[in-house]
């Protein structure tokens, strides 16, 4: 049964792996394209003043976001602030696997670890009373621009929160509340709540269509779908851009990386019951599961690279004939070897 399990879960990480190789390539070339359309088209324009003419057009702008909200969970109230995020972390049993093997360990997490789903029944963790959350600002101004409730979420909550008010029930402990008898040797269901928060005058920069209610919204574009890019900080057009650029990149080429991960891994569950069968010879074992772990890592190698290439014609023909010779190249450098 568990052979079988194996098996599947391969067949399904196998293919789910050509799936995402393709959409990541799709969704890398769309934003190339937004932003070759932003610089081409987007008009940089200033926060303290609004040119009607610019309406229903795209436009970048930066300055401070401003808000006199006052945001309150209960414990702290935070005045002036754009976003207040409380972290939760409680002190529990986290079940894991080791080689193979499945441990028990203590330690703090701010995610509730449910002790009915363990293997060992003895590890219990109390459930969570107070849970992590975060508290939006319902309006907010960008020069004399007005700021949606989404735009402020995005606003990235960086500072600490410091002096938290006396509570009972809580000590104070490096600008934290802890709930327990002793933060030097905690136990199971102890409670430590930290803040964070973005106060009015953070920085943020903005490109996105000007409308005539003075708000900055999703362009919509036929082909590129919706352009929206906000970042936190004072940058201009071409540093947004930069930046976007820069993360597309970073973002691609990590799921290039882990979509070949996928589809080795996929690969090597697909024939683990044939390598269980083969591991009671130990010598031959060890040989097999070497050799099938390079030769796998190429297959799936090349695999993604064709499938990279054939998703590139799709999107931009010119540079996926270059991926295709790459992968013709090691295809037959391997052969070669494999021959030898």
Same mark, same amino acid.
């Given at each position: 049964?568990?052979?079988?399990?194996?098996? +599947?879960?391969? @067949?399904?990480?196998?293919?789910?792996?050509?799936?995402?190789?393709? %959409?990541?390539?799709?969704?890398?070339?769309?934003?190339?394209?937004?932003?070759?359309?932003?610089?081409?088209?987007?008009?940089?324009?200033?926060?303290?003043?609004?040119?009607? &003419?610019?309406?229903?057009? !795209?436009?970048?702008? /930066? $300055?401070?976001?401003?808000?006199?909200?006052? !945001?309150?969970? $209960?414990? +702290?109230?935070?005045?002036?602030?754009?976003?207040?995020?409380?972290?939760?972390?409680?002190?529990? %049993?986290?079940?894991?696997? =080791? &080689?193979?093997?499945?441990?028990?360990?203590?330690?703090?997490? &701010?995610?509730?670890?449910?002790?009915?789903?363990?293997?060992?029944?003895?590890?219990?963790?109390?459930?969570?009373?107070?849970?992590?959350?975060?508290?939006?600002?319902? /309006?907010?101004?960008? $020069?004399?621009?007005?700021?949606?409730?989404?735009?402020?979420?995005?606003?990235?909550?960086? *500072? =600490?929160?410091?002096?938290?008010?006396?509570?009972?029930?809580?000590?104070?402990?490096? /600008?934290?509340?802890? *709930?327990?008898?002793?933060?030097?040797?905690? =136990?199971?269901?102890?409670?430590?709540?930290?803040?964070?928060?973005?106060?009015?005058?953070?920085?943020?920069?903005?490109?996105? =269509?000007?409308?005539?209610? /003075?708000?900055?919204?999703?362009?919509?574009?036929?082909?590129?779908?919706?352009?929206?890019?906000?970042?936190?900080?004072?940058?201009? *057009?071409?540093?947004?851009?930069?930046?976007?650029?820069?993360?597309?990149?970073?973002?691609?080429?990590?799921?290039?990386?882990?979509? %070949?991960?996928?589809?080795?891994?996929?690969?090597? !569950?697909?024939?683990?019951?044939?390598?269980?069968?083969?591991?009671?010879?130990?010598?031959?074992?060890?040989? #097999?599961?070497?050799?099938?772990?390079?030769?796998?890592?190429?297959?799936?190698?090349?695999?993604?690279?064709?499938?990279?290439?054939? #998703? %590139?014609?799709?999107?931009?023909?010119?540079?996926? @004939?270059?991926?295709?010779? !790459?992968? $013709?190249?090691?295809?037959?450098?391997?052969?070669?070897?494999?021959? *030898?």
């Amino acid at each position: 049964m568990k052979n079988f399990g194996s098996l +599947v879960i391969g @067949i399904i990480l196998f293919f789910a792996a050509f799936g995402l190789l393709w %959409w990541n390539e799709g969704n890398s070339a769309k934003k190339i394209n937004i932003a070759n359309y932003t610089n081409k088209h987007a008009i940089e324009v200033s926060s303290s003043s609004i040119q009607r &003419d610019n309406d229903n057009k !795209l436009i970048a702008t /930066n $300055g401070q976001a401003l808000t006199s909200s006052i !945001l309150t969970d $209960g414990l +702290v109230t935070s005045p002036n602030t754009l976003v207040l995020e409380r972290t939760v972390k409680m002190y529990q %049993w986290i079940e894991e696997s =080791e &080689d193979g093997k499945t441990v028990y360990k203590k330690d703090w997490s &701010d995610t509730e670890q449910n002790s009915d789903e363990f293997e060992d029944k003895i590890h219990k963790n109390p459930k969570f009373t107070i849970y992590s959350n975060e508290y939006i600002a319902p /309006n907010a101004t960008l $020069g004399q621009y007005d700021l949606s409730e989404k735009q402020i979420s995005l606003i990235d909550a960086q *500072k =600490e929160f410091s002096n938290l008010p006396e509570k009972t029930g809580f000590q104070i402990i490096n /600008n934290q509340y802890y *709930k327990g008898k002793n933060i030097e040797a905690p =136990e199971i269901g102890d409670i430590l709540i930290s803040y964070n928060y973005a106060p009015s005058g953070s920085a943020i920069s903005i490109i996105g =269509e000007q409308k005539s209610d /003075n708000t900055i919204v999703s362009m919509i574009h036929k082909k590129l779908g919706k352009i929206y890019i906000q970042y936190d900080g004072k940058m201009t *057009k071409d540093e947004m851009l930069d930046k976007y650029r820069n993360d597309n990149k970073v973002l691609t080429m990590f799921l290039r990386f882990f979509g %070949w991960f996928l589809m080795f891994i996929g690969l090597k !569950l697909f024939f683990e019951p044939l390598m269980n069968i083969l591991n009671f010879i130990p010598v031959l074992g060890k040989l #097999a599961d070497t050799a099938t772990t390079f030769i796998f890592a190429l297959i799936t190698f090349i695999l993604s690279l064709f499938t990279i290439s054939i #998703a %590139w014609f799709a999107y931009r023909p010119l540079l996926s @004939i270059s991926l295709i010779a !790459l992968g $013709g190249l090691t295809a037959y450098f391997v052969k070669k070897k494999i021959n *030898k």
